[in-house]
């Protein structure tokens, strides 16, 4: 009988609260909605952690939201006009990892030009000229986001500078007794800030810099005519990877003391350009710059493992490769042509196969993950609305 009771009781109290909750949703339903009247990035489900800052090759910045198929391209800026009579000036732009809180961006172009934007409203502040030739040039920015190395490869040139104040720290000429270039024509930085591994072209030869000053702590010979290309160390600073142009291999050497871990040959006539390795080292992932396929590198044997093939462009080939901010992605940029347009590839770390592609109606030249913060602000702040089939 008390059993009976308790169900009765607890059934009333059940239709209580449930007519009291209706009654409270019915006068809250009269209150006007707040909507907020700031502009706000929207996306297709993933919700980005990042979008990209993009650089085309005729001097236009633009803001892309790698995961969305409808709202792609969020607008744009014209930094600097380069004319597309000189396709050797526009082509080589490197890619310049920067952090959130840096004052400036470097943007080298192919004559020994070093563009300077201010970070925040993407105006040209400075233009610096390292070299005065046709020819590669790179640059890269300290892990600690202090300082800026660049480096010319027709000239011979590497400084370093500050990114605050753009003041020279130091600058060295890497040439033969004879006066001829060595042409370091990469530059990059090791995870801990201390020093540049330079590739010098036509030394046949790794260095080793002391980013302080400059000195020369290293060189690691290479075999004659191998021409190393484009240096990556990995997020360790345990070993950095070396691309050859004159033989079509790759290079494995270890950090600080360069000593050669495992040597690569490219298949089928692949050109190596520029690789990524994966958070954990156990990949390599080469990105050639005749064909429109990634390489999957194995560490621990140095082999090649696997071929992810990208969506073929004209022309053929791929110009970078790196890492998204939160490791899960290696994105690639690939040039194709301004007329034409280019593309941008993520490919999943995970899987080691491709994740979306973001076909661009230009040419991509450096492309910069930013966070949406930095985005938004950007989209609502700097850059003009989107213009479809933009190529200028």
């Not at 940029?333 to 491709?354: E, R």
Request: hydrophobic content about 40%; glycine content about 8%.
């Amino acid at each position: 009988m008390n059993y009976r009771l308790l169900l009765v009781v607890g059934i009333i109290v059940i239709v209580a609260i449930g007519v009291g909750a209706a009654y409270v949703m019915m006068r809250n339903s009269s209150i006007p909605l707040v909507v907020s009247q700031t502009t706000t990035l929207t996306s297709t489900s993933p919700a980005p952690g990042f979008y990209f800052l993009a650089f085309t090759q005729k001097g236009i910045a633009q803001v892309l939201n790698p995961f969305s198929q409808s709202q792609s391209f969020l607008g744009y800026k014209r930094v600097v006009n380069i004319s597309l009579n000189v396709p050797q000036q526009i082509y080589y732009w490197d890619e310049v990892p920067p952090t959130p809180s840096l004052p400036h961006l470097f943007l080298p172009v192919n004559n020994g030009t070093v563009y300077v934007l201010n970070s925040e409203t993407l105006s040209l502040n400075e233009t610096i000229q390292v070299g005065s030739s046709m020819g590669f040039i790179g640059a890269a920015v300290s892990p600690n986001g202090e300082y800026a190395a660049l480096a010319d490869g027709p000239s011979g040139l590497v400084e370093v500078v500050q990114v605050g104040s753009l003041k020279v720290v130091w600058s060295h000429d890497f040439l033969s007794p004879t006066g001829r270039t060595y042409y370091p024509c990469d530059v990059r930085w090791t995870p801990d800030s201390a020093y540049l591994v330079i590739p010098m072209r036509f030394n046949n030869s790794v260095d080793l810099i002391n980013a302080s000053n400059g000195e020369v702590v290293k060189v690691r010979s290479t075999s004659l005519g191998s021409q190393p290309y484009m240096v990556s160390p990995d997020l360790k600073g345990k070993m950095v990877a070396v691309e050859f142009v004159g033989n079509n291999s790759v290079g494995f050497y270890s950090l600080p003391d360069l000593r050669l871990q495992g040597m690569v040959q490219m298949p089928k006539g692949l050109v190596p350009q520029r690789g990524v390795f994966t958070p954990n080292d156990q990949y390599y992932l080469e990105a050639p710059s005749n064909n429109d396929t990634v390489l999957v590198i194995s560490t621990s044997n140095f082999q090649v493992i696997k071929e992810i093939p990208l969506p073929q462009i004209s022309p053929a080939g791929l110009a970078d490769m790196e890492l998204t901010p939160d490791g899960q992605y290696a994105y690639v940029v690939m040039h194709g042509s301004p007329t034409s347009g280019g593309m941008v590839a993520l490919i999943s770390i995970s899987t080691l196969s491709l994740y979306s592609q973001l076909p661009l109606t230009t040419a991509p030249a450096i492309v910069i993950p930013i966070s949406s913060t930095t985005a938004n602000y950007l989209v609502n702040q700097v850059l003009l609305p989107p213009v479809t089939g933009l190529h200028c």
